[in-house]
């Protein structure tokens, strides 16, 4: 279920962040991960195929993230997308609950649970749905706000995802391009909050735009974006060219139009590596590292990962060149991760 990946193949050829900015004390403080961690672990162990519970590596990765951005800022969110199951034991919504997983997450993020699993403007499977909802519902009662990406178009299917969303509670987002490079605009059927948006419990709609294949600068982009109402806006920090936008850029879309404060939370993948990162360094590709699997052939750039694998997890997170120490330095509000699921893969 990694549907994203297409809206971001697109024009990278090599990436590269943007001016950095010094990193919070808070962040500074917090103890990295050390080379020598790394250096002292037992590269055979690390990856033996029969000493590794996948499900319980992801976790702990997204638990060890969660307590680095949160130490650095307070208040930052972190919303991991599909791969549910990791909430409770293997294959059984009413199974014993994984507390910490669910403590370190703030929401819960699931693409096609009404439209889009079978294709666009194509009704997911009632027994698809009905499996996802069992799970998204022990998460809403965990105290976790569930964000639901259907991909749809048609005005009826539309209403249909907002109202079957809406019972539920759950806060939905219509995405009528499988690209994610749209900006549709509210359904008047979306309640439109009209006070500060401090936390996703605020919230009652969404913006997910991770493609910009239709911006030729980031000015052009985030001036369309300032323009819009949502309460939260879900995006990639690299623009077209591979450079980050700017932090004054994030800090004026955490303001709507009437003045009010929204939430602007960064998207990453966790359980890929992808060539056109400014991380990826093309010696990999002769001289291939240890936690680098094979190329997805769904999405030609996209590489498995060994997720769990020390080294990966540095390029990730606790280096000052660390893909969330970037976001950290941009002040996203949090952190919306893609490639949870990657637990299927290795199972």
């Excluded at 250096?39 to 055979?44: C, H, I, Q, R």
């Excluded at 993020?109 to 519902?137: A, R």
Aim: aromatic fraction near 14%; hydrophobic fraction near 35%; proline fraction near 3%.
């Amino acid at each position: 279920m990694q549907f994203l990946k297409y809206s971001l193949i697109v024009i990278f050829c090599l990436l590269g962040c943007g001016d950095k900015e010094e990193l919070p004390n808070t962040l500074m403080d917090f103890e990295p991960i050390e080379n020598d961690e790394v250096d002292s672990m037992d590269t055979e162990e690390v990856d033996s195929i029969d000493s590794i519970d996948y499900r319980d590596e992801m976790r702990s990765f997204v638990i060890k993230m969660s307590d680095y951005a949160k130490s650095a800022i307070p208040g930052f969110v972190v919303i991991p997308q599909n791969g549910i199951e990791l909430i409770t034991e293997k294959n059984n919504p009413n199974g014993e609950i994984f507390k910490d997983y669910l403590q370190a997450t703030d929401a819960n993020g699931q693409e096609n649970l009404f439209y889009g699993y079978n294709g666009d403007d194509i009704e997911t499977n009632t027994e698809v749905t009905n499996y996802l909802v069992d799970y998204l519902k022990v998460a809403q009662a965990n105290g976790n706000q569930i964000f639901t990406i259907d991909y749809c178009s048609s005005n009826d299917n539309i209403e249909n995802s907002i109202d079957k969303n809406q019972n539920l509670n759950f806060i939905s987002f219509a995405a009528t391009d499988r690209n994610l490079r749209v900006i549709p605009e509210l359904s008047e059927k979306q309640l439109q909050s009209t006070k500060d948006i401090n936390v996703l419990e605020d919230a009652h709609n969404f913006l997910f735009l991770v493609n910009y294949s239709n911006y030729e600068t980031k000015e052009n982009l985030i001036n369309e974006v300032e323009l819009t109402d949502y309460d939260i806006i879900f995006m990639d920090m690299f623009f077209n060219d591979g450079t980050t936008f700017d932090r004054s850029m994030i800090e004026r879309l955490k303001l709507r139009t009437n003045g009010t404060k929204r939430m602007v939370i960064c998207y990453m993948s966790i359980g890929e590596a992808e060539n056109y990162r400014y991380y990826w360094d093309a010696s990999w590709e002769t001289k291939t590292p240890v936690w680098l699997d094979e190329e997805n052939p769904n999405w030609p750039g996209n590489y498995k990962v060994k997720y769990w694998n020390p080294e990966w997890q540095r390029i990730i997170y606790g280096t000052e060149e660390s893909y969330l120490d970037n976001i950290i330095r941009l002040n996203f509000n949090g952190i919306y991760l893609d490639i949870v699921d990657a637990f299927e893969y290795y199972e």
